[in-house]
């Protein structure tokens, strides 16, 4: 977004390299009344006590990612283990597009739950996977609808422990397409999780490749995962 005031110094352009709606509309209205030193005042001001917010807009311009990657932060997620079981997962559901013939959306879907699937200690480690589904649930994010939501919190719910079961919460309610979705996308979660229980970040790769009936995974690590 640009911005100009004109002065008698001549004009002076502001820049706000930014997507924040709420930002363009503080701004916006800045310039629209009194004038250049307190259109400038209001710039400077609003940058100053917002420096954080407004640099996290730029790393993360898509909205749903940067609502995930801030309900994490205010959860104190580990980051880094969470980035590597995202990594990993990722690579199991490409490599395994053949076998599940799920999208784009389901691997975002996936992404995003894997990102967010540890939140839960932040309230406890005991049942911290109930954990995560609740907070995912409501946890204000931004540019998803409801059901997307729901798909991305029982993704993180069943990270650990039971498979899902038709009496859970919220996964009763979905249709089947769904339930197999989140089953996949959970076992996605599940073994990348697995492969990272050190939070050493130790397997650098993996490779997907049939043998006979089944599925066998090579990983390129540097130490005990």
Not at 185 to 206: I, K, N
Request: hydrophobic content about 35%.
């Amino acid at each position: 977004m640009c911005l100009r005031c004109g002065g008698a110094g001549g004009a002076v352009v502001f820049v706000i390299a930014s997507r924040d709606l709420e930002a363009q509309r503080l701004l916006e209205d800045a310039f629209e009344r009194g004038g250049v030193a307190l259109r400038e005042g209001l710039v400077l001001d609003y940058i100053h006590q917002n420096s954080a917010r407004i640099r996290k807009v730029e790393r993360y311009p898509d909205v749903r990612r940067r609502s995930i990657v801030e309900l994490g932060e205010r959860c104190g997620y580990w980051s880094e283990h969470a980035q590597q079981v995202a990594r990993l997962a990722l690579a199991i559901f490409d490599q395994t597009r053949g076998i599940h013939k799920l999208g784009d959306r389901e691997r975002e879907w996936l992404e995003y739950g894997a990102l967010l699937h540890d939140v839960g200690v932040h309230i406890s480690y005991e049942r911290h996977h109930r954990h995560s589904y609740y907070l995912i649930k409501n946890g204000d994010l931004r540019g998803f609808d409801p059901a997307e939501i729901e798909i991305i919190a029982l993704i993180a719910r069943y990270h650990r422990q039971s498979e899902p079961k038709k009496s859970h919460e919220g996964y009763a309610d979905l249709r089947g397409p769904e339930r197999r979705t989140v089953k996949a996308l959970a076992a996605m979660v599940r073994l990348a999780e697995g492969l990272d229980r050190s939070h050493a970040q130790a397997v650098g790769g993996l490779d997907v490749f049939p043998r006979g009936d089944d599925y066998l995974i090579r990983l390129r690590s540097s130490g005990d995962a």
